[in-house]
T-cell receptor
Framework: DTEVTQTPKHLVMGMTNKKSLKCEQHMGHRAMYWYKQKAKKPPELMFVYSYEKLSINESVPSRFSPECPNSSLLNLHLHALQPEDSALYLC?????????????FGDGTRLSIL | AQSVTQLDSQVPVFEEAPVELRCNYSSSVSVYLFWYVQYPNQGLQLLLKYLSGSTLVKGINGFEAEFNKSQTSFHLRKPSVHISDTAEYFCAVPNAGNMLTFGGGTRLMVKP
């Protein structure tokens, strides 16, 4: 069983909808991450939160809006997405942002944009 | 920034045969390296990590990897694979802020 829980597992939305992806961990980790993974490609980093503060934004379009309400929760708010945003969105967490800290991944949310 | 290259996009192998998945990293003063596995319709699971110390690293599910500084490699091996090992395998290196950079992935296909 994964220790990082993502909901929903699947999401279909139109280009004008607003939806949110949720991620939760109870390992006491203080760093959390969002990745985007297209089919047959490796994950690509989108955002990094450290101690509930956004520390890295990899030039992600503003239609993706992350939020970290507390140390256990990470949200990704979606608005006016494009068909090319269809992908698997993975959340991960680690004890800290030191390079020796391995990241633990959830099973992802598979997003389809109509 | 550091990077990793996975030399094989697909590796077909028969069940119970040995397998090696190749990963080369860009040279650096110090390096940490990870191998992750992704089963169909799942997230990534950490197989093993190299932080320092012994160059032979043992991981879960019978996998091991050897850190080779002179050849800048971190190849993943298993002496006998099972059908259940069929998955995508990613080599990864962390950059500043623990930003993981992944290799392109190797699809291991175990045939009966």
């Amino acid at each position: 069983d994964t220790e990082v829980t993502q909901t929903p597992k699947h999401l279909v939305m139109g280009m004008t909808n607003k939806k949110s992806l949720k991620c939760e961990q109870h390992m006491g980790h203080r760093a959390m991450y969002w990745y985007k993974q297209k089919a047959k490609k490796p994950p690509e980093l989108m955002f990094v939160y450290s101690y509930e503060k956004l520390s890295i934004n990899e030039s992600v379009p503003s239609r993706f809006s992350p939020e970290c309400p507390n140390s256990s929760l990470l949200n990704l708010h979606l608005h006016a997405l494009q068909p090319e945003d269809s992908a698997l969105y993975l959340c991960a967490s680690s004890r800290g942002t030191g390079a020796s800290q391995p990241q633990h991944f959830g099973d992802g949310t598979r997003l389809s944009i109509l | 920034a550091q990077s990793v290259t996975q030399l094989d996009s697909q590796v077909p192998v028969f069940e119970e045969a040995p397998v090696e998945l190749r990963c080369n990293y860009s040279s650096s003063v110090s390096v940490y390296l990870f191998w992750y596995v992704q089963y169909p319709n799942q997230g990534l699971q950490l197989l093993l990590k190299y932080l320092s110390g012994s160059t032979l690293v043992k991981g879960i599910n019978g996998f091991e990897a050897e850190f080779n500084k002179s050849q800048t490699s971190f190849h993943l091996r298993k002496p006998s694979v099972h059908i259940s090992d069929t998955a995508e395998y990613f080599c990864a290196v962390p950059n500043a802020g623990n930003m993981l950079t992944f290799g392109g992935g190797t699809r291991l296909m175990v045939k009966p």
